[in-house]
């Protein structure tokens, strides 16, 4: 993309792409450094990337787990009522619906590096709002400005680690901006045990403060400079992220190819999505997000602490840590997999799975209800609910969990990828406020009604990667994409 005025709209976002101009240095004087000094080895370089990216997904996680520990203790302090406290546990996922519509802009135009510094902002604000709130408007304004941000970091990690990893390791860097989320959960959820809600709120500031810093350090994605038409940047960064001794011109060919390709089509009419390359990886992508809400995961890991009282749980808070432990435990399994099982078969066995461990826990509360509290069989399905959920939890993060958004960041063309990824993630946050919404209103309604709904979810979740969902493990993003022509 060489025309004038993609020159003009490079100039403009020069401030947000050289802040990482160290990398520019290292590279024209790589030849003269000792190997100690320079890093060589790609898998290095790009896990270092990875892991300072993975700040938000970790502030993205902490966001989601802090409702769980503090429900009581907010509502109680500042006297919320059930629906009070849904509302502040949802407003989130209303915030992040903005945040998405504006993340696949904002990304294409400032770069990937530019989104995440915005997103990092409104997120250290809502926690510091929520950390001093004394009425349930400061709680509100807080939530909102969190999720705006969490919105944007949601869409953007998964985009920037599909694009800068080399494809024999991308679904399991891809999985760690999942990793990183349950990360977040886990540390909410234990943090929770020790400190009071206001505490809480100001140690949710971290990772945004410790990212803004850390994003100096790292090469903005190579694809994204391609697209700019900023050559030389894109393959400094691209020879950064492969290794300075690295011969890396079959990439540069495959790449500029495709943006060259991409450029021809670079405005799309609304009749044209009705070409399969585009409605299919649109429906794929979209299908997979929002199934993914509506199996009720956000409603369990939310109000983890609601549902094990409801099981009968002495020390709801000590068994949601444990939840939050086993979703890590998963998620880890999951980065190990995704490039050696491949992202399909995960799926599969993730959804069935989910499907089975609701199923227990639905039939489990029916049964509880039918008989007498404190009976030897109350108890025994009191233990066999509370083994379904974390169980149902483990499941989701085996595939559904972290898979999702590996494939919406791999199958999206790359003329459309802004504004169908911010579609994709927008449905993704409307299902989840959905669902957060109703989570807890719908357990005080009836339990076992509750996890029958997202059982019949999870079964057609399965039946929709059978039919519709392609492999994409060890195909380069541009093998992907083409083959959806």
Same mark, same amino acid.
């Given at each position: ?7 003009? #709209? ?51 996680? !902490? ?6 520990? =503090?429900?009581?203790?907010?509502? *109680? ?28 802009? +904002? ?45 944007? +970091? ?42 009071? @809600?206001?505490?809480? #709120?100001?140690?949710? +500031? %971290? ?71 585009? @409605? ?25 602490? =609601?549902? !094990? ?21 998963? /998620? ?7 490039? *050696? #099982?491949?992202?399909?078969?995960? %799926? ?18 029916? %049964? *509880? ?6 009976? =030897? ?20 993060? %085996? ?5 999702? @958004? ?24 409307? =299902? ?12 005080? @309604? ?5 996890? /029958?709904?997202? /059982? ?30």
């Amino acid at each position: 993309m060489s025309s004038h005025s993609d020159t003009e #709209a490079g100039d403009l976002r020069k401030p947000f792409l050289h802040t990482g101009s160290w990398y520019r240095m290292g590279s024209r004087q790589s030849s003269m450094m000792g190997s100690s000094q320079v890093i060589r080895d790609s898998s290095i370089s790009v896990l270092a990337c990875v892991l300072i990216v993975a700040l938000g997904p970790i502030q993205f996680g !902490f966001t989601c787990g802090y409702s769980s520990p =503090t429900q009581s203790a907010i509502t *109680k302090d500042l006297g919320l009522s059930v629906s009070e406290y849904s509302w502040f546990g949802s407003l989130s996922n209303v915030g992040a619906m903005v945040g998405a519509i504006a993340s696949g802009q +904002i990304s294409e135009y400032i770069g990937r590096k530019g989104s995440l510094m915005i997103a990092a902002i409104p997120n250290i604000i809502g926690w510091l709002a929520i950390s001093f709130a004394r009425d349930v408007s400061f709680l509100y304004m807080g939530r909102l400005l969190e999720g705006f941000g969490v919105g944007i +970091i949601s869409y953007v990690v998964p985009v920037y680690i599909a694009e800068i990893a080399p494809q024999t390791m991308r679904g399991a860097l891809g999985s760690v901006n999942q990793l990183s989320v349950t990360i977040g959960i886990m540390l909410a959820y234990l943090l929770g045990l020790f400190v009071q @809600w206001r505490v809480l #709120a100001v140690l949710g +500031i %971290l990772p945004c403060t410790i990212l803004i810093p850390g994003l100096f350090f790292i090469p903005e994605s190579p694809r994204w400079l391609a697209k700019m038409g900023l050559m030389e940047d894109f393959e400094v960064s691209l020879q950064v992220l492969r290794g300075f001794d690295t011969d890396i011109s079959i990439e540069v060919n495959e790449i500029k190819r495709s943006v060259a390709s991409s450029s021809k089509r670079s405005t799309i009419r609304f009749a044209q999505l009705k070409q399969r390359r585009y @409605w299919l990886p649109l429906m794929i992508g979209n299908g997979l997000l929002i199934l993914q809400q509506l199996s009720g995961i956000n409603g369990v890991l939310f109000y983890s602490s =609601t549902i !094990f009282q409801e099981a009968g749980v002495t020390s709801s808070n000590a068994a949601a840590v444990g939840l939050g432990a086993i979703q890590v435990l998963a /998620t880890i399994v999951t980065t190990w997999l995704a490039d *050696k #099982a491949g992202r399909r078969i995960l %799926l599969i066995v993730s959804s069935a799975g989910m499907t089975f461990c609701l199923l227990v826990v639905s039939v489990s509360f029916y %049964l *509880k209800d039918a008989v007498s509290d404190g009976s =030897t069989w109350y108890n025994v399905f009191s233990i066999l609910s509370v083994v379904g959920v974390v169980a149902m939890v483990a499941a989701f993060s %085996l595939g559904v969990g972290a898979i999702p @958004w590996i494939i919406m960041s791999e199958i999206l063309p790359i003329n459309i990828k802004g504004l169908a990824g911010s579609v994709a993630t927008l449905a993704n946050w409307l =299902t989840a406020w959905v669902v957060t919404m109703t989570a807890n209103l719908l357990l005080t @309604w009836n339990s076992g009604g509750t996890f /029958t709904i997202y /059982t019949v979810v999870c079964a057609l979740t399965v039946a929709f990667v059978v039919i519709w969902v392609p492999e994409t493990k060890g195909r380069t993003l541009e093998e992907i994409q083409s083959s959806f022509r």
